[in-house]
């Protein structure tokens, strides 16, 4: 249970700095945080590995790049579900869910606790 609270914790964190960087991610209060947070992270354990294994034919075929278009459209796809959490077009997406995944990566390995 820890681990799930310090991971959402992390995510909440990534998200805010993305929206901060990113122009066309925007967040709306702390709740908006919290909650984006939370959905970002059962899409990203429970339907991002549907959808990767329905499109691994185009992923091969590209060689991993269609994996970030995947990724944004589940960050454009949170957006849509969360109130107060907007992602300004596909693109804007795909920039935010790189970025996303690079903060989100930096703080795991900073603030590991292991």
Same mark, same amino acid.
């Given at each position: 249970?820890?681990? =799930? %609270? ?25 709740? *908006?945080? $919290?909650?984006?947070?939370? $959905? ?6 429970? %339907? ?6 329905? *499109?691994?034919?185009?992923?091969i075929?590209?060689?991993?790049? =269609? ?10 796809? $949170? ?5 107060? =959490?907007?992602?300004?077009g &596909? ?10 995944? &690079? ?5 795991? *390995?900073? =603030?590991?606790?292991?």
């Amino acid at each position: 249970m820890r681990g =799930f %609270i310090w991971r959402w914790i992390l995510n909440a964190i990534a998200l805010y700095l993305t929206a901060q960087i990113i122009t066309g991610i925007t967040l709306d209060g702390f709740a *908006a945080v $919290v909650v984006a947070a939370l $959905v970002w992270g059962f899409v990203n354990s429970v %339907i991002r590995p549907v959808v990767n294994l329905i *499109a691994l034919p185009i992923t091969i075929l590209t060689v991993g790049l =269609f994996t970030l278009v995947i990724n944004g459209f589940l960050l454009w796809l $949170v957006a849509e579900a969360v109130t107060g =959490f907007y992602v300004d077009g &596909i693109l804007m997406g795909i920039a935010g869910a790189l970025l996303l995944s &690079i903060i989100s990566s930096v703080l795991s *390995a900073v =603030f590991d606790e292991k």
